[in-house]
């Protein structure tokens, strides 16, 4: 806890807004997506399945491949809990949705449904297509059933682990957005973006969940910055994002959302 604090009080004293952005293509992304004001119809239809599991009262026991949970001390857990305490924000899947409109985003990759609220806010752009993976069954089936509440068609849901499902993932099938939210350690997530590079190309996007969770996260989130096919990083503090875009010069932007 103590890292983050220190972490994100670091973060505000050197991020900034638009002001003395001089790449046209972050300029536009942060004034255009990041800092759009709109309030689309779709908002208060993720809200609406945000309420619903912050109101239910069921538990369930909770398989977690990844780093664990500094919330939880044991696998049975409330839905409601790990809604409000693992669970996209409402701000960030306003984001999240206006990045995949905003970029025209057609085929998107997620690496840990759990209980969907991220893959709502992607699915509820019906101009793409999105697989998401989670390790845990339980979680996955709440977030199906979940899509299913909004008629979403757009989303497939894989229950398998992201190594298995990588493993086997055809080097042909490229993604416009890929977003990492799952095993928040240094090695995994290197190693979960080293294998995603070739499905990707120069317009694409990749997120990266809590890259400032831990030493190790911020460690790799330097370490992927510096990757010789990156050419533009936003920290937003939250995520963090890599573009690919070979016309432009690299260039690290830390930008306050």
């Known amino acids: 806890m ?18 003395g952005i001089h790449s046209p293509f972050v300029y536009q992304l942060i004034t255009k997506c990041f800092y759009d004001k709109s309030h689309y119809p779709i908002y208060h239809k993720w809200k609406a399945v945000q309420q619903t599991y912050f109101k239910s009262k069921k538990t369930f026991n909770m398989y977690d491949a990844g780093a664990g949970s500094r919330v939880f001390k044991n696998t049975q857990r409330k839905v409601s809990a790990v809604a409000k305490n693992a669970g996209i924000t409402y701000k960030r899947a306003k984001l999240l949705y206006r990045i995949s409109k905003y970029l025209h985003i057609k085929k998107a990759l997620e690496l840990g449904t759990s209980l969907g609220l991220g893959s709502i806010a992607l699915g509820l752009n019906n101009q793409l297509e999105l697989t998401t993976v989670e390790a845990c069954s339980t979680t996955s089936q709440f977030a199906k059933s979940a899509a299913e509440s909004l008629k979403l068609k757009n989303i497939q849901f894989s229950n398998e682990a992201f190594e298995s499902y990588l493993e086997n993932l055809s080097i042909h099938t490229k993604f416009d957005l890929i977003f990492i939210d799952g095993n ?9 973006f080293s294998k995603l590079l070739p499905h990707t190309h120069n317009d694409s996007i990749v997120i990266l969940d809590d890259i400032h969770w831990s030493k190790g996260m911020q460690d790799a989130w330097k370490e992927i910055k510096q990757n010789p096919q990156v050419r533009v990083s936003i920290d937003t503090f939250f995520w963090g994002m890599i573009f690919f875009r070979k016309e432009q010069e690299k260039e690290h932007f830390k930008i306050r959302v």
């Open 184 to 192: 928040h350690q240094k090695e995994a997530t290197l190693t979960y």
């Open 2 to 19: 103590w890292f983050q604090i220190k972490a994100y009080i670091w973060f505000l004293l050197t991020s900034k807004n638009q002001h």
